[in-house]
């Protein structure tokens, strides 16, 4: 993908890809479910053989993932609420 890219969308990229990885470690379980989608992308288990069964584990990923977030959004406000 490199080759395509020239000298500025390869510094932005990696720019946007240090930006991703910090603001990531700050929320390690929103950290682990993108981990997961990516491993369920790659069948990095070797275990999803059909689009329809792959399609159920990406839907309980993405729950999960928006779990994990309104989790992470509410703990971030009630430290706002109690910084005031």
């Known amino acids: 993908m ?15 890809a240090s ?3 910090l603001r990531l470690q700050a929320h390690p379980n929103i950290s682990a479910r993108i981990l997961s ?4 992308v790659e069948n ?3 275990n999803c053989e059909t689009a329809s069964g792959t399609e159920l584990k990406v839907i ?5 993932l928006g779990n994990d977030s309104l989790q992470d959004w509410a703990n971030l406000q009630e430290k706002k609420s109690l910084s005031l």
């Open 19 to 21: 930006e991703l990885a």
């Open 37 to 40: 989608l990516l491993d369920i």
């Open 44 to 46: 990095s288990d070797n």
């Open 60 to 64: 309980s990923e993405l729950q999960k």
């Open 2 to 16: 490199s080759e395509f890219m020239n000298d500025n969308e390869t510094v932005e990229l990696t720019c946007r």
